[in-house]
């Protein structure tokens, strides 16, 4: 008998607790045992209709970085122009900046983080 099991009956309780099942409960999802909590956060974030841009722009709002699959939204072109051109005012507002990485992959930044798109060439 562990001493947890010596704590539960002591309390009244002698069920057992699954540390696995408790780990990946809902109240342990936003926990992160490794590191301290931080003040920006990068997120990954699939985005399917317009419906998901006020989550996002939330998430930006709390000074958080965003980085949006649109690989669904591809498939509808109208509508990933309509999502992008929505995003990309909303950033503009707040003095966030939002960039294509690739085909699929967009990054948005929030106020006072810039993403330089242009290389510099290596010479003078």
Known sequence: MGIFDKLGQGFGTSKGVNIEEYMNSAEMEDVDLLHEPADIYIKPVTITS??????????????????????ELNKRPNTRNAVVASLKSFVE?????????????ILITPSKIKIIKRKKSGGK
């Open 50 to 71: 317009e419906k998901d841009i006020e989550p996002i722009q939330a998430e930006v709002s709390k000074r958080n970085i965003i980085l949006l699959d649109i690989s």
């Open 93 to 105: 507002k707040i003095n966030g900046d939002i960039g294509q990485i690739d085909e699929n992959r």
